[in-house]
């Protein structure tokens, strides 16, 4: 058994996890706009008071715990986070104070690889040895898989696939560069052109916004906006496809609330422009099946 952590954007869960992956206990809370004045404090106490609390429910001691793996957003280097910039953080020393605390080793990963680790080992893909897992959500991130292996380079955490351009001179990303595929296919960006196109209140919850797409999909109004969503993802799904040749393309994160109504677009897209170099009969674009737990199982299976 270990402890799985995920931290989010908009969220923080913390499960205890068992050998298949099977989340035995889990503590879940939405981190609010006052908790980002001293995000720090809240994460750490956060974490601190979740992992006690489950260990008390479940009866367990800490030594009888693996590790505490973390999934976070971010950078990675040396066991530290830095520059989270959803959650304006600019560096948090995560690893020290937790094996302090619980006196168990701590890891820490990308949240995109930990999910996409998850669905590799436990979800949609644990029968693509080779496979790509793309993160749409508030931005695009990702993991690539090659002989049932994650692709990690030695020095940076890598895979940016969100930060891939895919139009010269295109929309201005935070990351500095133009036209990164994240501008243009992270959910946030459709959310939030769907929101303007329909005149829904800048407050409109997620999973109703996800609602709205779904209920006028084919709306006039919002075609176009689709269509171009279409191009874009297509472009971006082709090129990782064209690198990595992957037997599956899996997708998770908010997409997954849109993509049953997304992916035959893509895919036909993707076939009638002809965007892969080696042409494929079937294109085989998946949704992720282990919804917001993926982040905490991931965290837990890493090796
Ligand atoms: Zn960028």
Do not use: W
Request: contains cysteine; hydrophobic residues 40%.
């Amino acid at each position: 058994m270990n402890i799985g952590i995920d931290i989010g954007g908009s969220h923080i869960g913390v499960g205890l996890v068992g050998s298949s992956g099977k989340v035995i206990n889990k503590k879940e809370v939405d981190i609010t706009e006052k908790d980002k004045k001293n995000i720090e404090k809240m994460i750490l106490n956060t974490i601190i008071n979740f992992v006690k609390s489950i260990l008390k429910e479940q009866d367990i001691e800490t030594r009888e715990l693996g590790y505490i793996g973390i999934a976070s957003p971010g950078t990675i280097e040396n066991n530290c986070i830095y520059n989270v910039v959803n959650l304006g953080l600019e560096k948090l020393d995560i690893a020290k104070v937790i094996k302090k605390e619980f006196g168990l080793e701590v890891k820490i990963k990308n949240d995109a690889k930990c999910a996409g680790i998850a669905e590799s080992m436990y979800g949609r893909t644990k029968a693509a040895q080779d496979n790509i897992y793309l993160c749409l959500g508030t931005g695009i991130g990702g993991a690539a898989f090659l002989s049932n292996k994650l692709v990690e380079p030695r020095y940076k955490s890598g895979m940016e696939f969100g930060h891939m351009i895919i139009q010269k001179d295109g929309r201005q990303c935070k990351c500095g560069s133009k036209g990164c595929f994240e501008t243009y296919c992270s959910m946030k960006v459709l959310k939030q052109e769907i929101r303007e196109t329909l005149e829904l209140d800048e407050n409109e919850t997620s999973a109703n916004i996800v609602n709205e797409i779904r209920k006028h999909i084919n709306d006039l109004r919002i075609q176009p906006i689709i269509d171009e969503y279409v191009q874009y993802l297509a472009i971006g799904i082709s090129n990782l496809i064209n690198i990595f040749e992957p037997e599956m393309v899996c997708i998770g994160g908010s997409f997954v609330f849109i993509g049953d109504l997304i992916i035959p677009k893509v895919k036909k897209e993707i076939q009638d422009k002809k965007l892969l170099f080696n042409p494929r009969k079937e294109i085989d674009i998946v949704l992720a099946s282990l919804g917001n737990d993926a982040g905490i199982i991931g965290a837990a299976s890493l090796l």
